[in-house]
Protein backbone atom coordinates (compact mmCIF):
# COMPACT_ATOMS: atom_id res chain seq x y z
CA UNK A 1 0.00 0.00 0.00
CA UNK A 2 1.24 3.31 -0.50
CA UNK A 3 0.44 5.85 1.57
CA UNK A 4 -0.24 9.66 0.27
CA UNK A 5 2.03 12.57 1.45
CA UNK A 6 1.04 14.99 3.75
CA UNK A 7 1.14 17.77 1.03
CA UNK A 8 -0.79 21.01 2.81
CA UNK A 9 0.84 23.39 2.10
CA UNK A 10 1.03 26.19 4.74
CA UNK A 11 -0.36 29.91 4.15
CA UNK A 12 0.82 33.03 6.15
CA UNK A 13 -1.91 35.56 6.67
CA UNK A 14 -0.29 38.50 5.67
CA UNK A 15 -1.34 39.59 9.06
CA UNK A 16 -2.27 43.68 9.49
CA UNK A 17 -1.62 44.57 5.69
CA UNK A 18 -4.80 44.89 4.50
CA UNK A 19 -6.84 48.30 6.61
CA UNK A 20 -5.24 51.08 7.69
CA UNK A 21 -6.55 52.76 10.34
CA UNK A 22 -6.07 56.97 9.93
CA UNK A 23 -8.13 58.40 12.89
CA UNK A 24 -9.23 61.48 10.47
CA UNK A 25 -8.27 63.41 7.69
CA UNK A 26 -10.37 66.85 8.35
CA UNK A 27 -8.38 69.07 10.80
CA UNK A 28 -9.23 72.48 12.18
CA UNK A 29 -7.79 75.33 11.04
CA UNK A 30 -5.63 77.32 13.05
CA UNK A 31 -9.24 80.03 12.93
CA UNK A 32 -11.20 77.38 13.79
CA UNK A 33 -8.93 76.66 17.03
CA UNK A 34 -8.76 79.89 18.11
CA UNK A 35 -12.20 79.90 18.49
CA UNK A 36 -12.54 76.48 20.78
CA UNK A 37 -11.61 77.94 24.11
CA UNK A 38 -12.07 74.73 26.89
CA UNK A 39 -9.59 75.98 29.52
CA UNK A 40 -11.97 78.84 30.81
CA UNK A 41 -15.26 77.16 29.79
CA UNK A 42 -15.74 73.65 29.13
CA UNK A 43 -16.35 72.34 26.03
CA UNK A 44 -19.99 70.94 26.15
CA UNK A 45 -21.34 68.07 23.81
CA UNK A 46 -24.56 66.39 23.03
CA UNK A 47 -25.21 62.81 21.47
CA UNK A 48 -26.79 63.50 18.44
CA UNK A 49 -27.26 60.15 16.74
CA UNK A 50 -26.53 56.77 16.44
CA UNK A 51 -27.09 54.19 13.83
CA UNK A 52 -28.80 51.48 15.01
CA UNK A 53 -26.17 49.30 13.54
CA UNK A 54 -23.92 49.87 16.14
CA UNK A 55 -24.03 48.10 19.08
CA UNK A 56 -23.84 50.65 21.90
CA UNK A 57 -26.52 52.55 23.45
CA UNK A 58 -26.32 56.38 24.21
CA UNK A 59 -25.51 55.88 28.20
CA UNK A 60 -22.56 53.57 27.64
CA UNK A 61 -21.26 56.53 24.77
CA UNK A 62 -21.83 59.16 27.10
CA UNK A 63 -20.26 56.86 30.26
CA UNK A 64 -16.86 56.72 27.43
CA UNK A 65 -17.35 60.16 26.65
CA UNK A 66 -16.98 61.05 29.95
CA UNK A 67 -14.15 58.88 30.79
CA UNK A 68 -12.05 60.29 27.66
CA UNK A 69 -13.37 64.08 29.13
CA UNK A 70 -11.52 63.69 32.60
CA UNK A 71 -8.20 62.07 30.37
CA UNK A 72 -7.55 65.54 29.21
CA UNK A 73 -9.59 67.70 32.18
CA UNK A 74 -6.85 65.61 34.30
CA UNK A 75 -4.10 66.98 32.08
CA UNK A 76 -4.90 70.79 32.98
CA UNK A 77 -6.55 69.94 36.31
CA UNK A 78 -9.69 71.18 35.34
CA UNK A 79 -13.06 70.35 33.68
CA UNK A 80 -12.79 70.36 29.95
CA UNK A 81 -15.50 68.91 28.88
CA UNK A 82 -19.37 68.58 29.78
CA UNK A 83 -22.21 66.67 28.94
CA UNK A 84 -25.28 68.85 27.69
CA UNK A 85 -28.53 68.03 25.85
CA UNK A 86 -27.82 71.01 24.25
CA UNK A 87 -24.22 70.86 24.11
CA UNK A 88 -22.23 72.91 21.06
CA UNK A 89 -20.24 69.66 19.78
CA UNK A 90 -22.92 67.24 18.18
CA UNK A 91 -21.73 63.43 18.60
CA UNK A 92 -22.73 61.36 15.57
CA UNK A 93 -21.85 57.65 14.78
CA UNK A 94 -22.91 57.17 11.73
CA UNK A 95 -22.58 53.71 9.71
CA UNK A 96 -21.00 53.43 6.26
CA UNK A 97 -18.89 50.83 4.20
CA UNK A 98 -16.32 51.90 6.96
CA UNK A 99 -17.57 50.02 9.56
CA UNK A 100 -18.86 47.48 7.16
CA UNK A 101 -16.06 46.83 5.70
CA UNK A 102 -14.30 46.26 9.53
CA UNK A 103 -16.87 43.87 10.17
CA UNK A 104 -16.42 42.20 7.06
CA UNK A 105 -12.49 41.81 7.71
CA UNK A 106 -13.08 40.22 11.22
CA UNK A 107 -15.58 37.76 10.32
CA UNK A 108 -13.61 36.65 7.77
CA UNK A 109 -10.64 36.36 9.78
CA UNK A 110 -12.42 34.21 12.54
CA UNK A 111 -13.63 32.05 9.49
CA UNK A 112 -9.80 31.65 9.06
CA UNK A 113 -8.99 30.69 12.93
CA UNK A 114 -11.96 28.35 13.15
CA UNK A 115 -10.47 26.32 10.05
CA UNK A 116 -6.97 26.68 11.73
CA UNK A 117 -8.41 25.34 14.91
CA UNK A 118 -10.17 22.42 12.64
CA UNK A 119 -6.36 21.92 11.25
CA UNK A 120 -4.27 22.16 14.41
CA UNK A 121 -7.18 19.19 16.52
CA UNK A 122 -6.93 17.24 13.30
CA UNK A 123 -3.38 17.56 13.08
CA UNK A 124 -2.92 16.02 16.26
CA UNK A 125 -5.23 13.51 15.49
CA UNK A 126 -3.05 12.63 12.45
CA UNK A 127 0.39 12.66 14.59
CA UNK A 128 -1.64 10.05 16.55
CA UNK A 129 -2.39 7.59 13.46
CA UNK A 130 1.14 7.96 12.37
CA UNK A 131 2.34 6.57 15.40
CA UNK A 132 0.35 4.02 15.34
CA UNK A 133 0.70 3.42 11.56
CA UNK A 134 4.83 2.82 12.76
CA UNK A 135 4.56 1.01 16.00
CA UNK A 136 2.35 -1.60 14.01
CA UNK A 137 4.88 -1.43 10.85
CA UNK A 138 7.66 -2.02 13.11
CA UNK A 139 5.79 -5.46 15.20
CA UNK A 140 5.46 -6.64 11.87
CA UNK A 141 8.56 -6.39 10.12
CA UNK A 142 10.49 -7.69 13.55
CA UNK A 143 7.92 -10.59 13.48
CA UNK A 144 8.74 -11.00 9.69
CA UNK A 145 12.69 -11.08 10.93
CA UNK A 146 11.78 -13.82 13.25
CA UNK A 147 9.87 -15.80 10.63
CA UNK A 148 12.24 -15.61 7.67
CA UNK A 149 15.14 -16.17 10.20
CA UNK A 150 13.22 -19.60 11.48
CA UNK A 151 12.63 -20.87 8.01
CA UNK A 152 16.30 -20.40 7.12
CA UNK A 153 17.15 -22.58 9.77
CA UNK A 154 14.40 -24.99 9.05
CA UNK A 155 15.66 -25.21 5.64
CA UNK A 156 18.94 -25.66 6.16
CA UNK A 157 18.37 -28.71 8.67
CA UNK A 158 16.24 -30.05 6.04
CA UNK A 159 18.91 -29.85 3.52
CA UNK A 160 21.28 -31.27 5.20
CA UNK A 161 19.78 -34.60 6.34
CA UNK A 162 18.41 -34.97 2.35
CA UNK A 163 22.60 -34.33 1.85
CA UNK A 164 22.81 -37.59 4.04
CA UNK A 165 20.03 -39.29 2.20
CA UNK A 166 17.28 -39.12 4.84
CA UNK A 167 16.80 -38.70 8.29
CA UNK A 168 16.30 -40.34 12.26
CA UNK A 169 12.86 -40.95 13.27
CA UNK A 170 12.93 -38.46 16.34
CA UNK A 171 14.43 -35.88 13.88
CA UNK A 172 11.48 -36.33 11.73
CA UNK A 173 9.81 -35.83 14.34
CA UNK A 174 10.97 -32.33 15.45
CA UNK A 175 10.59 -30.93 11.70
CA UNK A 176 7.55 -31.55 11.55
CA UNK A 177 6.60 -30.43 14.81
CA UNK A 178 8.75 -27.00 13.28
CA UNK A 179 6.56 -26.83 10.02
CA UNK A 180 3.40 -26.79 12.28
CA UNK A 181 4.71 -23.93 14.25
CA UNK A 182 6.24 -22.03 11.25
CA UNK A 183 2.83 -22.34 9.63
CA UNK A 184 1.22 -20.85 13.28
CA UNK A 185 3.71 -18.28 12.76
CA UNK A 186 2.20 -17.43 9.15
CA UNK A 187 -1.09 -16.63 10.49
CA UNK A 188 0.74 -14.43 13.28
CA UNK A 189 2.25 -12.82 10.37
CA UNK A 190 -0.99 -12.44 7.91
CA UNK A 191 -2.74 -10.54 11.36
CA UNK A 192 -0.02 -8.34 11.71
CA UNK A 193 -0.35 -7.18 8.09
CA UNK A 194 -3.38 -6.65 8.26
CA UNK A 195 -3.20 -4.43 11.68
CA UNK A 196 -0.68 -2.09 9.35
CA UNK A 197 -3.29 -1.92 6.29
CA UNK A 198 -6.00 -1.12 8.70
CA UNK A 199 -3.24 1.43 9.94
CA UNK A 200 -2.47 2.56 6.64
CA UNK A 201 -6.21 3.08 5.84
CA UNK A 202 -6.68 5.20 8.79
CA UNK A 203 -3.88 7.28 8.12
CA UNK A 204 -4.33 7.71 4.97
CA UNK A 205 -8.32 8.64 5.41
CA UNK A 206 -6.87 11.51 8.13
CA UNK A 207 -4.48 12.41 5.65
CA UNK A 208 -7.25 13.42 3.01
CA UNK A 209 -9.32 15.08 5.38
CA UNK A 210 -6.36 17.32 6.90
CA UNK A 211 -6.09 18.25 3.07
CA UNK A 212 -9.55 19.12 2.62
CA UNK A 213 -9.47 21.54 5.27
CA UNK A 214 -5.81 22.53 4.39
CA UNK A 215 -7.11 23.61 0.73
CA UNK A 216 -9.97 25.32 1.95
CA UNK A 217 -8.04 27.27 4.45
CA UNK A 218 -5.22 28.25 2.23
CA UNK A 219 -8.37 29.31 -0.25
CA UNK A 220 -9.92 31.41 2.66
CA UNK A 221 -6.06 33.18 3.08
CA UNK A 222 -5.74 33.69 -0.40
CA UNK A 223 -9.23 34.98 -0.50
CA UNK A 224 -8.68 37.41 2.54
CA UNK A 225 -4.93 38.17 1.00
CA UNK A 226 -6.84 39.10 -2.20
CA UNK A 227 -9.74 41.47 -0.72
CA UNK A 228 -7.87 42.88 2.09
CA UNK A 229 -4.24 43.38 1.22
CA UNK A 230 -4.85 45.97 -1.38
CA UNK A 231 -4.56 49.37 1.37
CA UNK A 232 -7.71 50.36 2.84
CA UNK A 233 -6.85 53.51 4.13
CA UNK A 234 -9.77 55.29 5.90
CA UNK A 235 -10.69 57.89 8.61
CA UNK A 236 -12.17 56.38 12.22
CA UNK A 237 -13.60 59.99 12.90
CA UNK A 238 -13.47 63.60 11.97
CA UNK A 239 -13.84 66.88 14.21
CA UNK A 240 -15.82 69.91 12.29
CA UNK A 241 -15.67 72.88 13.33
CA UNK A 242 -17.74 75.21 10.56
CA UNK A 243 -17.93 78.41 12.67
CA UNK A 244 -21.82 77.68 13.18
CA UNK A 245 -21.58 74.25 13.96
CA UNK A 246 -19.12 71.73 15.60
CA UNK A 247 -19.61 67.65 15.31
CA UNK A 248 -17.63 64.81 15.57
CA UNK A 249 -18.48 61.61 13.66
CA UNK A 250 -17.23 58.32 14.22
CA UNK A 251 -16.89 56.08 11.42
CA UNK A 252 -16.21 53.01 12.65
CA UNK A 253 -14.22 50.97 15.22
CA UNK A 254 -13.47 47.17 15.87
CA UNK A 255 -13.32 47.34 19.98
CA UNK A 256 -14.93 49.26 22.82
CA UNK A 257 -10.96 50.19 23.14
CA UNK A 258 -10.98 51.55 19.45
CA UNK A 259 -13.63 53.71 20.37
CA UNK A 260 -12.30 55.24 23.26
CA UNK A 261 -9.49 56.13 21.49
CA UNK A 262 -10.82 57.66 18.29
CA UNK A 263 -12.95 59.74 20.96
CA UNK A 264 -10.42 60.61 22.83
CA UNK A 265 -8.97 61.72 19.52
CA UNK A 266 -11.31 63.56 18.02
CA UNK A 267 -12.01 65.14 21.48
CA UNK A 268 -8.52 66.44 21.49
CA UNK A 269 -9.33 68.74 18.19
CA UNK A 270 -12.36 69.73 19.71
CA UNK A 271 -10.38 71.52 22.86
CA UNK A 272 -8.37 72.96 20.01
CA UNK A 273 -5.56 70.32 19.95
CA UNK A 274 -3.66 69.47 16.43
CA UNK A 275 -1.58 66.10 16.46
CA UNK A 276 1.59 64.85 18.05
CA UNK A 277 4.07 62.97 15.89
CA UNK A 278 4.95 61.11 18.38
CA UNK A 279 3.71 57.75 17.75
CA UNK A 280 1.51 55.79 20.39
CA UNK A 281 -0.17 59.70 21.23
CA UNK A 282 -3.79 60.06 21.24
CA UNK A 283 -3.10 62.86 18.53
CA UNK A 284 -0.77 60.72 16.68
CA UNK A 285 -2.86 60.65 13.80
CA UNK A 286 -2.14 56.56 12.67
CA UNK A 287 -4.33 54.15 14.72
CA UNK A 288 -1.76 50.43 13.93
CA UNK A 289 0.95 52.59 16.29
CA UNK A 290 -1.01 53.31 19.16
CA UNK A 291 -2.26 49.60 19.55
CA UNK A 292 -5.74 49.69 21.58
CA UNK A 293 -5.52 48.05 24.56
CA UNK A 294 -5.05 50.83 27.27
CA UNK A 295 -5.53 54.15 26.45
CA UNK A 296 -3.72 56.77 27.83
CA UNK A 297 -2.33 60.62 27.48
CA UNK A 298 1.56 60.39 26.29
CA UNK A 299 3.73 63.09 27.56
CA UNK A 300 3.17 64.54 24.42
CA UNK A 301 -0.68 64.75 24.51
CA UNK A 302 -0.18 66.23 27.95
CA UNK A 303 1.76 68.66 27.03
CA UNK A 304 0.05 69.99 23.89
CA UNK A 305 -3.07 70.12 26.70
CA UNK A 306 -1.20 72.19 29.05
CA UNK A 307 0.09 74.50 26.39
CA UNK A 308 -2.74 75.02 24.69
CA UNK A 309 -4.44 75.87 28.41
CA UNK A 310 -1.21 78.31 28.84
CA UNK A 311 0.73 76.53 31.71
ZN1 LIG B 1 -6.80 63.97 13.97
Avoid at 151 to 171: F, I, Y
Avoid at 177 to 194: D, F, V
Avoid at 258 to 281: I, K, M
Avoid at 295 to 301: C, F, G
Wanted: proline residues 2%.
Amino acid sequence: MILRVLSYLLYVLIAGAGIVLVLDKVETSASVENKVNPCSEPVTYQIASIDDNFDISETQLRRLISGVGSMWSNAVGRTLVEYDPDGDVKVHLVYDERQQLVEEERDFNNAIQMEQLRFDRLHREYTRHSDQYDEAMERYNNFLGEYQRNVQEHNDEVSKWNEQGGAPEDVQERVVNRERELSGMQSELRSLQNDVNRAGRQLEDVTDRLNEISIRKNGLIDEYNERYAGEYRFSQGDYMNTGSEQRINIYHYKSINHLRLVLAHEFGHALGLGHVDSPGSVMYPVVESHGTTEIALSDQDIAAMQARCGR
